[in-house]
């Protein structure tokens, strides 16, 4: 038996063309009218809030899976490194252990949240997002200007930053090698940081 594409066919393929015509008709009008308070002082709809949360977490779910090989995260040493590079480049927006809120963190949105009370993250899932960063939201790309190892060794601590108090967080900071800079043009197969020693 043929399937004929009938008259009643036609009719449902119509209405539903029509449909979808109308909401990108609406789509289009919603944006080019600014309807959408772009304003980061403004929260989103919890539609908007909805889709776009459930983008960043299947985005990073599904792309975490092959950052590589985990190393050794209780290493010392990569904890000490970690807790360097976090108290300079991450502080100011993730806060830390008796770290009064600072002006930056208060004006976020979404906000930066303080990785002192933990991540949902997989070690793996937080490399990926310290490496590549997340689209509008204000979390840079440290990939960009720093190599795998800075960035597991950012993982190791982060990882450990939950089971610290504020006191054991400042000696964690300061057992840190002193010269982030040094430590950067030390490590093999950086890319150049660039010889102004400000890069970050
Ligand atoms: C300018 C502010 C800012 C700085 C600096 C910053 N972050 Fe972020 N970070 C954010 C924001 C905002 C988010 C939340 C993004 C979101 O909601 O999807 C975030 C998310 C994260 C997450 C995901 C946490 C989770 O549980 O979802 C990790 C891990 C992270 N940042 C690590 C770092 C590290 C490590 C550094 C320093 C190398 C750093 N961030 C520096 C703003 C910042």
């Known amino acids: 038996m043929t399937w004929k594409f009938g008259r009643q066919h036609w009719v449902i393929v119509s209405v539903v063309s029509a449909g979808i015509a109308a909401v990108a008709m609406l789509g289009a009008i919603v ?17 908007v809030f909805w889709l776009l949360q459930t983008t960043r977490n299947r985005s990073i779910e599904v792309r975490s899976g092959d950052v590589g090989q985990l190393p050794d995260l209780t290493d010392p040493k990569r904890v000490a490194a970690g807790a360097g590079l976090y108290s300079e480049m991450c502080s100011q927006c993730h806060l830390a252990p ?3 809120r600072t002006e930056i963190s208060q004006g976020l949105y979404p906000r930066a949240p303080e990785l002192s009370g933990g991540s949902d993250l997989s070690p793996q899932q937080k490399f990926w997002v310290i490496k590549h960063g997340i689209k509008m939201t204000g ?13 597991w060794d950012m993982v190791a601590f982060i990882q450990k930053l939950p089971t ?18 040094q430590m950067m043009r ?13 890069h970050h």
């Open 31 to 47: 944006i080019y009218a600014g309807a959408y308070n772009i304003a980061a002082d403004s929260p989103h709809t919890s539609a």
């Open 98 to 100: 008796g770290m009064e």
């Open 139 to 151: 979390m840079p790309a440290w990939g960009v200007t720093h190599n795998d190892t800075l960035i």
């Open 164 to 181: 610290l108090d504020a006191a054991q967080y400042q000696a964690i900071v300061k057992s840190a090698p002193e010269d982030h800079d």
């Open 186 to 198: 030390d490590m093999p197969g950086m890319k150049s940081p660039g010889d102004n020693g400000d």
